[in-house]
């Protein structure tokens, strides 16, 4: 019997140093300080020290969340990622943001391999990284399937998927199981799809024995078992790792245990990833001091309908520039800012694509169409047809909807300005960058003024930030 850890995370984000994590307290929400690489460094360093059969592996988001990331496209981030002792990783949609030449520049230059079955280069249909891996220890062989977001070409600006094509992955990783099959001892998916694809594809593809997921930050505590595959993820922005230990008689799992590990402050730091941290950050310090502004409640988005966070960008919106309506992408990324100070660093952290802001006219039918669209893509019934993040996230709407019905038929009520919507008239729409509307480029207005600056302005002008605590998007 051969043993061996499997140590999971997905979705840092450009999470770099200990910060502020949601948990639920009762019924609300309550803040604890969790993350970063400083402490996950020495948690793998020291499981490593004491086992030689430790495999770990990275989910995907690794590139893109924070300022530092973002301004210099990923390669503030490698140095640090030098020292972290991974074995593999799996690009996530964001990590798509810098362009393939970008991409493929930062995954050369990494110490462990890049993995997706899924992505091609459009013009000869090779493989724009390796399909999967082998990993040897002593009496055990690991295939490693890695398989990236599916959707990047349908949801995300085209700029992310320029030259390359991207498919579901069902057929490709079916390839993968053949082709490891008798030649390893367990077969592993290393998956940034999310939590109910990742699932649905256990149940249609044969022969996986673990699945790492990644994407839609689920924080799984036990692993769900399907078709004989377990299927685990670890929350987000590097405050939690998964841990599985399993037994291996042959080639079948005789026994296992997991842990979500929440990298806390009851962990060690490393003092070399420390510095290299530090290095990282220390160029923001002016941005980290500057205070734009405050709030009184919680900004997260932890919640599925609307977030605090979220309503801070969009009351932005709709206070620059007077419109009816103003919308933002339902991003699950950010962590959470306490009540009180926000800084310019925080706000980069809100919203780190920064977005130009654009106006349009949207009729109340196309409206109509737009969100029920989005809910689709947020409850389809079929797995493979959940391509959004949360739902859209609005200003000056209100929507009641039945989130199981029908695509098309799921909205019940939806208000402007607190009136029945009136679907020939004509409404001006505020937003932010390509990936919101997409598919509307040529009836959007830009308008050269970004989003930080947007919500800068706002904090200035209306003071503290309130959350309204009246519920604008509910599912009945």
């Known amino acids: 019997m051969s043993k061996l850890t499997i140590i999971q995370q997905n979705d840092t984000h450009g999470s770099l140093e200990l910060h502020n994590e949601l948990f639920w307290q009762g019924d609300e929400p309550v803040l604890r300080k969790t993350g970063g690489l400083t402490r996950i460094s020495q948690y793998i360093k020291d499981l490593k020290a004491q086992n030689e059969h430790v495999l770990f592996l990275d989910g995907g988001d690794l590139f893109h969340g924070t300022l530092p990331l973002v301004e210099s496209k990923g390669d503030s981030l490698l140095p640090a990622l030098g020292k972290m002792e991974l074995d593999g990783w799996v690009p996530g949609n964001w990590d798509f943001a810098y362009g393939k030449e970008q991409l493929a520049a930062l995954n050369e230059r990494l110490p462990f391999p890049g993995l997706a079955c899924n992505v091609k280069e459009e013009q000869t249909g090779e493989p724009f990284m390796k399909p999967y891996m082998i990993k040897e220890f002593e009496g055990v062989k690991v295939g490693i399937i890695g398989l990236t977001y599916p959707f990047v070409d349908e949801t995300m600006p085209d700029s992310f998927s320029k030259g390359l094509t991207f498919s579901k992955g069902i057929e490709e990783t079916r390839a993968c199981v053949k082709e490891l099959k008798g030649q390893v001892d367990l077969v592993m998916l290393v998956s940034h799809m999310g939590l109910p694809l990742d699932v649905e594809l256990a149940t249609i593809v044969d022969g996986i024995d673990i699945i790492l997921s990644g994407h839609s930050h689920d924080r799984i505590e036990q692993p769900i078992t399907v078709n004989g595959t377990l299927v685990v993820q670890a929350g987000s922005s590097a405050s939690f790792l998964g841990k599985l230990e399993i037994s291996l008689n042959g080639s079948r799992i005789s026994d296992y245990q997991y842990e979500l590990v929440a990298v ?157 919507i009136d679907l020939k008239k004509k409404y001006k729409i505020a937003g932010g960058g390509k990936q919101l509307f997409k598919g509307a480029e040529a009836d959007k207005t830009y308008h050269g003024v970004h989003a930080v600056e947007v919500i800068k302005q706002f904090l200035e002008e209306k003071g503290t930030f309130k959350m309204d605590g009246e519920p604008k998007i509910i599912s009945i």
């Not at 060690?268 to 500057?290: D, F, G, T």
């Not at 047809?385 to 019940?412: C, D, H, T, V, W």
């Open 264 to 420: 806390d402050e009851s962990l060690p730091e490393n003092e070399e990833m420390a510095v290299a941290v530090s290095e990282i950050l220390n160029r923001y310090q002016k941005e980290r001091e500057n205070v734009v502004g405050r709030t009184d409640t919680i900004l997260h988005r932890m919640t599925l309908n609307e977030a605090p966070m979220d309503k801070l960008i969009t009351d932005a919106y709709r206070h620059a520039f007077d419109c009816d309506l103003a919308f933002s992408h339902g991003w699950r990324y950010g962590t959470p800012i306490p009540a009180g100070k926000i800084t310019e660093f925080d706000l980069h952290t809100i919203i780190p694509t920064n977005p130009e802001m654009f106006t349009m006219e949207m009729s109340g039918e196309r409206l109509l169409k737009a969100f029920e669209k989005n809910l689709e893509m947020v409850f389809s019934r079929n797995p493979f047809k959940q391509k959004g993040g949360y739902i859209l996230r609005s200003s000056g709407l209100f929507i009641a909807f039945k989130p199981y019905n029908p695509e098309g038929n799921r909205i019940q009520k939806l208000l402007v300005g607190g009136k029945e």
